[in-house]
């Protein structure tokens, strides 16, 4: 359900941009009076904005020249930069945040189903499924995905990566902004919730592949699938290693992840 | 010969430093000193040989926990230097046998998951480490008749121990060695064409910078007389990471300067409150966007502009 | 360098001069990170306390001057701060809420012979012989005793599933609580630990629901708290749930929303006591910093106060004959309105007042019973 739409950078961020729509909504509903969905709306055009334009301005766009490294820091230190403004100027405990549906169970066949697993799963497919056909049956996504995988052959054919690029960044915001709604009323909003977010993001998105939409939404089942395993049959303690065992199994011995196409990298 | 006024002068400021200050005051030099130490190590993977390491605390960890529980032991420091020192090294290598594999980013993955997976065992192991309960208790040393006990005298004991780093460090980049470990990090296609084994050199420059890490953790354990494993997760290896970065990576003082900034600073910028890791962040984000050198780079280059301007 | 040593130095010296007028009682806390909201109850309880006393003449005639800094949830930050403030001369030193790092500072206070009045529960603290520390709520050891009578005679359970954080807090409460089940021969059929911080309880609350005890004890933080109880409520589970303070406060109430009814346990303290004295301070509190308080806000207050009867008791202010007054002391809100309930601290540091048995009905509090003094009995 979090995805990760490689281009190219590598955010360590990337689990605070998912903590910071749900505050983005509440602030709106707090200090603008508006309604939810009102708000809803409203922090989805502040996220694509501040998330996705801003960042690439801001952050990537002056980085990216100096290399991979200082990029990386600089995402670990705007990682910093966000818990800490949502702590000052928001508050520092966890906030209720409100369900854009039912918060019931319904009975099916002798199981107990909450109405909200139903929704977020429904919600992630409907993403999943429009991505997939953006960006493998558009001309713009083909575009995308040239960019991503080869910018400088790109620009050769004539894609215009720049534009590419941003759209890239905007997906990205839209996406993380999803994935907020959708979490925030059960994991609560606080502002060192991108900690645990990010790591998970970003194992989901190496252990399926860095280059593919699927391989981000196998890899995330997957994982999910692994560490409730391991927490509810093996031990709880050593949990938290799992995934990174996984992670680290994955990039030793098949660095284009489980589901990626072999795509030559510099090592 | 400029540069080695330039060392006196820092020396003979460290030593008349804490006098005047009060125990809090020299204890913050302390740690300034164990920081260093500690950025000293993760200069020379990231720095000099080129390699992200978002593991550098585990290793501070590893020093930590090798000192309290032998000093709790009854066993002297100098035993857990030794001790702390080697199995740094060893773990590092074994942790940079498959890792320096990959590169870059994934590298950055990888140690950022044995960091984990130590403050999980430093947490688990109750048996070993006390778990989340903690050590403490941790003696200070006596060397030589000459007890550390008091702030000052433990200051002192940390400064020397970072001299002795420090000039362990210059020795070795200026070693065939650590020239090599510059090639690898400007160009390890040439450095391997040119004979030098690029993989073995590495992984040198990464267990080196990790045994560096277990020294500066030795030295944490008295300092704090307490340690828990908390104190070692990933917050610290960011941390250190920041403060090679804003010194300048690759560069001697870089780690020097960054640690001052890092443990120092918010000392003075107290009354921004909560804003100081704002700015801290915004600093850095923007140091990294214009002066990817670091602050020294940045220092360097005004003091080029000022000199030829007056040439 | 050289002008922030300076600044050092004089910032020292004035704070010397300073304490010459006043008395200096500096609060280190958690401001920041995962104890903020414990810690600013904390501050927010001694300040308004402070206030009250500066207001109607201080200690003894001596103002009470308060400088607060943050240990921003960190043991080794908080060990620098404590050091900070001792190299003040303080009187006492009030905080902090954590356990994990109260026990990295409080061999500092007791080097430097400074009494300190700490939030912390973890059962360890009050058993090294630190002859200066001083609790402001039950700890563990008087607190896991109570529930485990609770889920004995109360719920009548014969196994029980434990829910429990994995740090300091967490693991101390589980080791304690293991401990009281043993002795009461009520099987211990799950056992699950959990991460500080962790938001998705799926994997938890299925194991939970397999092990199928008769009640379930959860001792994690508020926060974490709230998303068990989140998570537990939409995989239907029916067994009792059983907590102290951190699953039955208010504030985990108003993040667990609804999800919380039905939870029930002991409270060592609680800011919804039915105590007439406690309810007129919640006003107080809600009237001076504009929010609800929760338990660590009577820590902060009545610590402030119990320093300022101790004190006057000795009529001096000395710091090693203050330690020696309060232990053993038993102040009645009759001979200083501000403890609020019936105090007594121990030999150890250790506190025994009345508590609570709760239960959350329509996202309140209600307290069911009220256990009386264990010196009572």
Redo the contacts between chains.
């Keep these: 359900m979090l995805l990760w739409q490689t281009s190219q950078t590598?955010n360590f961020a990337q689990g605070e941009f998912v903590m910071v729509p749900a505050f983005f909504v509440l602030a709106a509903m707090k200090f603008g009076g508006l309604s939810f969905p009102l708000a809803m709306a409203l922090a989805l055009v502040i996220s694509l904005v501040v998330l996705g334009v801003l960042f690439k301005r801001l952050?990537v766009d002056?980085?990216l020249p100096?290399?991979?490294?200082?990029?990386?820091?600089?995402t670990?230190?705007?990682a910093?930069?966000m818990k800490?403004?949502v702590?000052?100027f928001y508050a520092?405990?966890?906030?209720?945040f409100p369900a854009a549906w039912a918060?019931t169970?319904l009975e099916v066949a002798g199981a107990?189903v909450?109405v909200?697993?139903l929704v977020i799963i429904g919600v992630a497919v409907v993403a999943v499924v429009l991505l997939q056909w953006f960006l493998g049956g558009t001309k713009t996504g083909r575009q995308m995905q040239a960019t991503a995988q080869n910018p400088t052959l790109a620009r050769v054919l004539g894609i215009p990566v720049g534009r590419m690029v941003l759209y890239t960044f905007l997906i990205n915001a839209a996406l993380v902004a999803l994935a907020s709604f959708l979490?925030s009323p059960?994991?609560?909003a606080?502002f060192?919730?991108g900690?645990?977010?990010g790591l998970v993001a970003?194992v989901a998105a190496?252990v399926g592949g860095f280059n593919q939409v699927r391989g981000a939404i196998a890899g995330g089942l997957l994982l999910g699938i692994v560490?409730?395993f391991v927490?509810?049959y093996w031990s709880?303690?050593?949990?938290?290693?799992i995934p990174?065992?996984l992670?680290?199994a994955v990039?030793?011995w098949r660095?284009q992840g489980l589901f990626g196409r072999a795509e030559e990298r510099?090592? | 010969m400029k540069k080695r006024g330039l060392s006196l002068i820092l020396v003979a400021l460290l030593v008349a430093a804490p006098f005047g200050l009060k125990p809090y005051g020299i204890y913050l030099l302390s740690l300034w000193a164990v920081m260093t130490i500690a950025a000293i190590g993760l200069n020379l993977t990231l720095g000099y040989a080129g390699q992200i390491s978002l593991a550098q605390a585990s290793f501070v960890g590893i020093g930590a926990y090798t000192a309290a529980l032998l000093t709790t032991h009854g066993w002297p420091l100098a035993v857990a230097f030794g001790l702390a020192a080697l199995l740094s090294f060893a773990v590092g290598w074994a942790l940079g046998y498959p890792a320096l594999r990959v590169a870059h980013h994934y590298l950055a993955f990888v140690t950022l998951s044995f960091g984990t997976l130590v403050f999980l065992i430093l947490r688990n192991e109750e048996w070993l480490t006390k778990g989340v309960y903690g050590i403490s208790g941790i003696p200070r040393p006596v060397i030589l008749g000459w007890s550390t006990k008091a702030p000052l005298d433990f200051y002192f004991f940390c400064l020397g121990v970072l001299l002795v780093v420090s000039i362990g460090a210059w020795w070795l980049i200026h070693s065939p060695w650590g020239r090599a470990f510059t090639a690898l990090r400007e160009n390890p296609v040439r450095a391997n064409s040119l004979g030098i084994d690029v993989r073995r050199y590495t992984l040198m420059a990464f267990a080196l910078g990790s045994a560096v890490g277990g020294i500066a953790g030795v030295l944490y354990a008295p300092l704090v007389q307490f340690i828990e494993p908390t104190a070692f997760a990933l917050g610290l290896s960011f941390n250190l990471l920041l403060m090679v970065i804003v010194g300048g990576s690759g560069r001697f003082y870089g780690p020097f300067l960054g640690a001052a900034v890092s443990v120092l600073l918010p000392e003075w910028l107290r009354f921004s409150e909560g804003l100081y890791l704002m700015v801290y962040a915004i600093f850095v984000m923007a140091l990294l966007a214009f002066f990817p050198s670091g602050l020294l780079g940045l220092a360097e280059r005004l003091w080029l502009r000022s000199s030829k301007s007056k040439a | 360098m050289k002008r922030s040593l300076v600044g050092l130095a004089l910032a020292a010296g004035t704070m010397g001069a300073y304490a010459q007028q006043t008395v200096n009682m500096p609060i280190v806390i958690e401001l920041s990170g995962a104890g903020a909201v414990s810690g600013t109850n904390f501050r927010d309880g001694a300040v308004l306390a402070i206030e009250e006393i500066n207001a109607k003449g201080g200690i003894l005639g001596r103002k009470i001057n308060a400088p607060q800094s943050d240990t921003q949830s960190n043991p080794g930050t908080s060990r620098a701060q404590v050091q900070k403030a001792i190299d003040s001369d303080p009187y006492v030193i009030l905080g902090p809420v954590f356990s994990g790092s109260v026990k990295v500072n409080m061999i500092l206070c007791q080097q430097a012979e400074v009494p300190q009045i700490t939030g912390a529960e973890a059962a360890d603290i009050t058993q090294t012989g630190n002859p200066y520390i001083f609790r402001t709520s039950f700890g563990q050891q008087m607190s896991m005793p109570k529930i485990a009578n609770y889920i004995r005679d109360g719920l009548k359970a014969k196994t029980v599933a434990v829910l429990w954080v994995n740090n300091d807090f967490g693991k101390g409460g589980r080791d304690t609580f293991m401990k009281e089940m043993a002795a009461r021969n009520i099987k211990v059929v799950s056992d699950i630990s959990t991460e500080s911080g962790q938001v998705d309880f799926a994997a938890d609350v299925v194991k939970l629901k397999g092990a199928n005890a008769d009640a379930i004890f959860v001792y994690t933080n508020e926060e974490e708290s709230a998303r068990f109880l989140r998570e537990a409520r939409k995989q239907g589970i029916a067994k009792p749930l059983i907590g102290e303070t951190t699953l039955l406060g208010q504030k985990v109430i108003d993040m667990a929303g609804s999800s919380a009814n039905g939870a029930k346990g002991h409270v060592g303290l609680s800011a919804d006591a039915p105590v007439p004295a406690v309810q007129a301070w919640k006003e107080k509190f809600v009237k001076r910093f504009g929010y609800v308080p929760d338990h660590n806000g009577i820590k902060g207050y009545t610590g402030v106060y119990a320093v300022k009867y101790a004190t006057q008791k000795i009529g001096k202010f000395d710091r090693k004959a203050l330690a020696k007054a309060l232990h053993g002391m038993t102040i009645t809100p009759q001979e200083e309105p501000g403890i609020l309930m019936e105090t007594t601290w121990d030999a150890n540091g250790d506190i025994d007042r009345i508590s609570f048995l709760a239960e959350v009905v329509d996202g309140k509090q209600k307290i069911v019973q009220t256990l009386p003094k264990l010196g009572n009995k």
């Design positions: 590598i952050v002056p980085i100096h290399g991979m490294l200082p990029l990386v820091i600089s670990i230190a705007l910093i930069l800490e403004s702590k000052e520092a405990d966890a906030q209720p918060t169970n107990v909450s909200q697993n979490v059960i994991y609560l606080k060192t919730n900690e645990t977010l970003f190496i560490d409730n927490a509810a709880a303690q050593y949990r938290a290693a990174l065992f992670l680290i990039i030793l660095p510099t090592v």
